[in-house]
């Protein structure tokens, strides 16, 4: 009986050993996912708050050139008004009025996040309800970042194609959508006959259908520029809350 006794004894001690062996191996196991899921969450914030901070930068410089381009429009809708015959001034706001400069928010490492389910690493809700919206916000508000080209296909019809060239080569803006913007700089446009040019431009005053379309675009830079101030709005606010994590 002692013998039993103390075969019993033995394989309990070797049983709970083993126990106690998988449950240290479990432990160590948790521990090491544990640190490198916090390695990778960090990494993942940090790709997020990069990614972040240039949209907000890329919208600000947006709304300020797209105030510049609805101010232009006004410069136009004012000159239709006058008597006046088109200058330097007056055919550059209306070349600068139909500018475009699209933004599209860099959504690859939140893309990433979903894509591999690493989602669940950003247990902070108001981080994950803040990244959802703004992304959701961005698709929602896509199509109002961008004017329509309605204007622009007038007056780019208007300009001659070799005053248009003089244009872009003395005062560049924004002919590729990659390229950031230089704004509007003072320039010079030698050799352009304005007499001619004001001749080309005189039938608009009578176009009741060139005013509308301008006065629209006019009026859909206002909105645009809204959406993308509520856009740097909602970025600046998950960026908050990246910086308190």
């Known amino acids: 009986m002692t ?14 050993l083993i126990v106690m062996g998988v449950l240290a191996a479990l432990a160590a196991d948790t521990a090491f996912e544990n640190r490198r899921d916090n390695v990778l969450e960090a990494e993942y914030l940090a790709r997020l708050e990069v990614e972040l901070r240039s949209d907000v930068e890329a919208i600000k410089y947006r709304i300020t050139f797209f105030n ?6 006004d410069d136009v809708l004012n000159w239709l008004d006058s008597d006046a015959p088109v200058d330097q001034a007056t055919l550059l706001a209306s070349f600068y009025a139909a500018e475009v400069w699209p933004f599209l928010p860099n ?7 979903q894509n591999t389910g690493n989602i669940r690493l950003l247990d902070d809700i108001e981080l994950r309800t803040g990244l959802s919206l703004y992304y959701n916000r961005a698709d929602n508000s896509r199509s109002g970042w961008t004017p329509s080209e309605n204007f622009r296909g007038v007056i780019r019809g208007i300009i001659p194609t070799d005053v248009q060239a003089l244009i872009r080569q003395n005062c560049p803006t924004t002919d590729s959508m990659d390229d950031r913007p230089t704004g509007f700089p003072a320039c010079e446009l030698p050799g352009v006959d304005y007499e001619k040019v004001t001749q080309l431009f005189v ?17 859909e830079i206002g909105v645009m520029t809204y959406l993308l101030r509520q856009q740097r709005k909602f970025g600046e606010q998950v960026l908050d809350v990246i910086a308190a994590q």
């Open 3 to 16: 013998k039993l006794l103390q075969v019993r004894g033995k394989l309990v001690a070797e049983f709970f």
């Open 68 to 73: 510049d381009v609805q101010a232009f429009c």
């Open 203 to 219: 039938r608009l005053k009578d176009d009741v259908g060139f005013r509308e379309t301008l006065t629209y675009r006019h009026s």
């Open 107 to 113: 959504r690859s490492t939140f893309a990433d996040l």
